[in-house]
């Protein structure tokens, strides 16, 4: 997992360059700096965000721990499932497809792509437009403009926590600087105090800003940039379907249908041209085992 991994570099970086330039842990250890620090964040995340906003934050939490979900081999799995599909069309016309697309759970086309059908994402996008291109009551254009406004809405919803994590990241600097005063406020409290003890009561005061600029920049704010980009990959599959429906829609060969799908992709995870027509020729000879 690269969070941890990601975490563990930035501890031994900052604590491990402190110690070796002979600094000291012991004056860094301040767990009050850190109540009002942390304190003062949870407070202004509750105070800035409705009930959807802090559900939709806490909700994507868990799925920080899943990495490259979105990789090349779904992709070509995904792509095989639309080749089957759209030439399953071709062959019988879009009502042959009508009972795989209403209960796909138990349709052998869909049960030969387990990590696709797994995929509740995936699956209702796909479903869904499916649905409205066996009903044939829509033109193309118009399918393409609801499935563009989908992505829309995702793509806004999924940046409603993003947003959230990323501003009380953007924040703890500045409460970092509250504690730093407050700590300074109380050392001068102390006019009789000597200078050794000043000194030591500045520099525990001056550690509040040092914790607030690294929990904002090494913690939080890199969870609100992996979420943004797992929200990207996201979004990136529910633009390959887009395109290759769309192809389909406007008379292309499977084959041809699921090349625009594939040029869709990012460069990272876009299959080579003779892969994914050796791959869909793999799909094909299966479907018509």
């Known amino acids: 997992m690269l969070?941890?991994?990601?975490?563990?570099?930035?501890?031994?970086?900052?604590?491990?360059?402190?110690?070796?330039?002979?600094?000291?842990?012991?004056?860094?250890?301040?767990?009050?700096?850190?109540?009002?620090?942390?304190?003062?964040?949870?407070?202004?995340?509750?105070?800035a965000n409705n009930g959807k906003a802090i559900k939709a934050t806490f909700k994507i939490l868990p799925r920080l721990k899943r990495t490259k979900k979105y990789n090349k081999a779904l992709y070509m799995e995904l792509m095989a499932l639309q080749y089957k599909i759209l030439s399953k069309v071709r062959r019988e016309g879009?009502?042959?497809?009508?009972?795989?697309?209403?209960?796909?759970?138990?349709?052998?086309?869909?049960?030969?792509?387990?990590t696709v059908l797994a995929d509740p994402h995936i699956m209702d996008f796909l479903t869904d437009y499916l649905r409205l291109m066996v009903s044939g009551g829509m033109e193309p254009m118009e399918i393409d403009e609801l499935m563009l406004h989908e992505i829309e809405v995702f793509e806004q919803e999924a940046h409603i926590p993003?947003?959230?994590?990323?501003?009380?990241?953007?924040?703890?600097?500045?409460?970092?600087?509250?504690?730093?005063?407050?700590?300074?406020?109380k050392a001068l409290t102390y006019a009789d105090a000597s200078p050794d003890q000043m000194g030591q009561m500045i520099a525990m005061a001056l550690v509040g800003t040092f914790l607030g600029i690294l929990m904002g920049y090494g913690f939080i704010s890199p969870i609100a940039s992996y979420a943004e980009r797992q929200a990207k990959e996201a979004e990136k599959m529910l633009q390959c379907i887009r395109v290759t429906l769309l192809a389909s829609l406007h008379g292309y060969a499977p084959q041809l249908a699921v090349e625009f799908g594939r040029k869709a992709l990012h460069s990272t995870e876009r299959p080579s041209f003779s892969e994914l027509e050796e791959y869909v020729r793999d799909a094909k000879k299966g479907g018509n085992a």
């Open 94 to 114: 879009m009502l042959g497809i009508e009972r795989d697309i209403d209960n796909p759970q138990e349709s052998p086309l869909f049960q030969e792509h387990p």
């Open 3 to 47: 969070i941890p991994l990601g975490y563990l570099v930035v501890l031994l970086s900052v604590f491990g360059g402190y110690v070796l330039a002979g600094g000291s842990l012991g004056p860094l250890y301040q767990p009050l700096e850190l109540l009002i620090i942390g304190g003062a964040g949870v407070g202004a995340f509750i105070a």
């Open 162 to 185: 993003i947003d959230a994590i990323a501003k009380v990241g953007d924040a703890m600097p500045a409460f970092g600087i509250v504690a730093a005063v407050m700590g300074v406020i």
